[in-house]
């Protein structure tokens, strides 16, 4: 039940959203005044949530940043889905979350970790028969990493389903802590809370991080349509952490 209300809830904290309703708000009511306000209430939240400035000074604060790793090999990096899809056909794609898939490569072929852990299954509302870490699993084996060093969770639907079903394989498979947590930086502030509830200790290892460094210039205070759909994420990790720590 908290998963679909989660799904269908995300609509309503979208800026875009507001954008659009005090838009048609405007086209609708028949006050003048009323009129004007609505108008310039969504002039000014497309303003401010498609401003560049603005949002990738949130993105610096809110992103998490990486963290030394001990030098003896970990028992297992625990990479988080997300990172892939599937087309009509039911074949499975990369988008633009891979470098959560590359990461964790890179940590096991450099001998950082023994053992990779995916975890993912399907998150949509009407899940198809795709499973994310079947697919990985594969595309993992196509690398060379040998299925004895992969762990297949492909049960859970959203990241505190990663935290509770990751522990239980964990545990089964006696590989001791502490764990390398793979995910993306917006998504690792909210992802060390919940792994950290269900009592697992890891090693945050943020990656996909979508602004460059903290420098800004003059090109940031034109509106671009980019920055509203990465508030999009953003706003969905902060109430989503919210959530999570008042729960």
Same mark, same amino acid.
């Given at each position: ?7 269908? =809830?995300? =609509? !309503?904290? =979208? ?6 309703? !005090? ?56 990479? /988080?889905?997300? !990172? ?18 590359? *990461?964790?490569?890179? /940590? ?15 998150? *949509? ?13 594969? *595309? ?30 964990? *545990?089964?498979?006696? =590989? ?72």
């Amino acid at each position: 039940m908290f998963f679909v209300l989660s799904k269908v =809830l995300l =609509l !309503f904290i =979208l800026p875009f959203t507001y954008v659009v309703v !005090f838009l048609i708000a405007a086209l609708i009511v028949k006050n003048p005044l009323r009129k004007k306000k609505y108008f310039v209430i969504s002039g000014a939240l497309l303003l401010i949530f498609s401003n560049p400035f603005l949002y990738n000074r949130f993105v610096h604060y809110w992103d998490t940043q990486p963290v030394p790793i001990k030098s003896s090999p970990y028992s297992c990096v625990i990479v /988080l889905g997300g !990172f892939s899809g599937a087309d009509k056909d039911g074949n499975g794609f990369f988008n633009t979350a891979a470098d959560r898939f590359i *990461q964790a490569l890179k /940590l096991y072929t450099e001998g950082k970790a023994t053992h990779i852990l995916i975890s993912g299954g399907n998150g *949509q509302l009407m899940p198809g028969p795709y499973r994310e870490s079947d697919w990985v699993r594969k *595309q993992l084996i196509l690398f060379k990493v040998p299925d004895s060093c992969i762990i297949v969770e492909n049960r859970s639907r959203n990241t505190l389903e990663n935290a509770a079903f990751s522990k239980t394989l964990l *545990q089964e498979k006696r =590989l001791q802590p502490p764990y390398l947590l793979v995910t993306s930086a917006f998504h690792m502030r909210r992802s060390i809370g919940i792994f950290k509830k269900e009592k697992m200790e890891i090693t945050p290892y943020p990656c996909n991080y979508l602004a460059g460094n903290n420098d800004w210039s003059l090109s940031e205070f034109v509106p671009d349509p980019g920055p509203l759909s990465g508030w999009n994420i953003y706003i969905k990790e902060v109430v989503g952490t919210l959530v999570n720590y008042f729960k």
